[in-house]
């Protein structure tokens, strides 16, 4: 279990918890919180599931394999240190804390 905080691009904050074995996409969908689309339903297909992690957390989570390399080319605005596909972030408890802000829109 992790506490995530999710960011608004208007820079409301919610902050959830989200079991061990979820993703971080699937954190913010199914407590309905805007600013992750996540159209190909978790697959790495659509990048609009992206979010800038805290610069904090850079370090700290696991690295970004190809395909996510690849999808985050197509995301609105990329950052290459702190973008990320919320897909593919796997909750474990190391995710403790976990902040991540949304980009203005989603593409
Ligand atoms: S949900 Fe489509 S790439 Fe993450």
Redesign the pocket.
Known sequence: MAKITYVEHGGKEHVVEVANGMTV?EGARDNNIPGIE????????????HVYVDAAWIEKLPAKDDMEED?LDFAYEPDTERSR????LKVTDALDGLRVQMPEKQI
Request: proline share 0%; aromatic share 0%.
């Open positions: 996409m996540a159209d190909c339903g978790g697959a790495c297909a659509c990048s609009t599931c999808m596909l919320t897909c593919q």
